[in-house]
């Protein structure tokens, strides 16, 4: 049975030349660790006919304090595995991406922070 497991891949190498019995040959095979500027869960990410995109929140001050708008940031995804999404698109890195709502959102919408996110 030729199973593979997730992650796995199977390689066939050709060895062209001679080789001689009881020699050997050394096969390095290197996997690179590609650095992501913007890793989101996937529950962030959203898409529709433009696209795909992240709802991010925005804040706005006014006389009777802060006030939380969505905005949409149209994103292009870079990598992805099982929880997360590597993307990349006009973010900063420090701003809060909505992962989950109660209601539908859009761009341009107030929101409400939970109180764990403002503290």
Same mark, same amino acid.
């Given at each position: 049975?030729? #199973?593979?497991?997730?992650?796995?891949?199977? $390689?066939?190498?050709? +060895?062209?030349?001679?080789?001689?019995?009881?020699?050997?040959?050394?096969?390095? %095979?290197?996997? &690179? =660790?590609?650095?992501?500027? @913007?890793?989101?869960?996937?529950? *962030?990410?959203? &898409?529709? =006919?433009?696209? =795909? @995109?992240? $709802? !991010? +929140?925005?804040?706005?001050?006014?006389?009777?304090?802060?006030r939380?708008?969505?905005?949409? !940031?149209? +994103? #292009? %995804?870079?990598a992805?595995? #099982? /929880? &997360?999404? *590597?993307?990349?698109? *006009?973010?900063?890195?420090?701003?809060?991406?909505?992962? /989950?709502?109660? @209601?539908p $959102?859009?761009?341009?919408?107030?929101?409400? $922070?939970?109180? &764990?996110? +403002?503290?």
């Open positions: 049975m030729n #199973e593979q497991k997730e992650g796995m891949h199977r $390689l066939t190498f050709e +060895i062209t030349g001679e080789l001689g019995s009881g020699q050997s040959v050394t096969l390095l %095979v290197e996997q &690179s =660790k590609d650095q992501y500027d @913007f890793v989101v869960p996937n529950s *962030a990410v959203q &898409s529709d =006919k433009d696209g =795909k @995109f992240l $709802l !991010v +929140i925005r804040t706005r001050n006014s006389p009777l304090g802060s939380y708008y969505t905005e949409r !940031v149209p +994103i #292009e %995804v870079q992805s595995d #099982e /929880t &997360s999404v *590597a993307v990349s698109g *006009a973010l900063y890195g420090n701003e809060y991406v909505v992962i /989950t709502s109660n @209601f $959102l859009e761009g341009g919408g107030q929101v409400r $922070l939970m109180d &764990s996110v +403002i503290d």
